[in-house]
């Protein structure tokens, strides 16, 4: 059976938010730094700068849960159980229960 791939349909509303922060902010950047943004002797191109460079930061957090969301073939918890990865987390849980209780070691007196 063929796997049937949707492309871009998992998260729709993430890539749209990364995508218009991203052209929000590189556009806010080149005005920004090439447009002569002077308003009664005062230069607001920093204040355009620093607002691109936030909204390409905040396009970032878009862009992570685009991704997550669109990863496949993620095992569930029972899948996982009766094979290599359950005897894994098995033993791994075994040694933290065994690390995590306090020992207590007579000393000779």
């Known amino acids: 059976m063929a796997v049937k791939y949707d492309g871009l349909s998992h998260c729709k509303l993430a890539?749209?938010?990364?995508v218009l922060m991203d052209l929000m902010g590189v556009t806010s950047l080149l005005v920004g730094v090439f447009a002569p943004l002077e308003i009664q002797g005062?230069?607001?191109g920093d204040l355009l700068v620093y607002t691109g460079a936030l909204l390409v930061?905040?396009?970032?957090?878009?862009?992570?849960?685009?991704?997550s969301g669109n990863i496949e073939g993620l095992t569930?918890?029972?899948?996982?159980?009766?094979t290599v990865g359950g005897a894994v987390d098995?033993?791994?849980?075994?040694?933290?229960?065994?690390?995590?209780?306090?020992?207590t070691h007579s000393s000779p007196t």
Do not use: N, Q
């Not at 890539?15 to 990364?18: K, S």
């Not at 930061?57 to 991704?67: C, D, E, K, T």
């Not at 569930?76 to 009766?82: A, D, N, P, R």
């Open 57 to 67: 930061l905040m396009s970032l957090a878009g862009w992570v849960m685009w991704y």
């Open 15 to 18: 890539l749209v938010f990364a």
């Open 42 to 44: 005062r230069d607001f």
């Open 90 to 103: 098995r033993l791994a849980r075994t040694l933290s229960r065994r690390i995590r209780i306090p020992r």
């Open 76 to 82: 569930s918890k029972k899948e996982l159980e009766g």
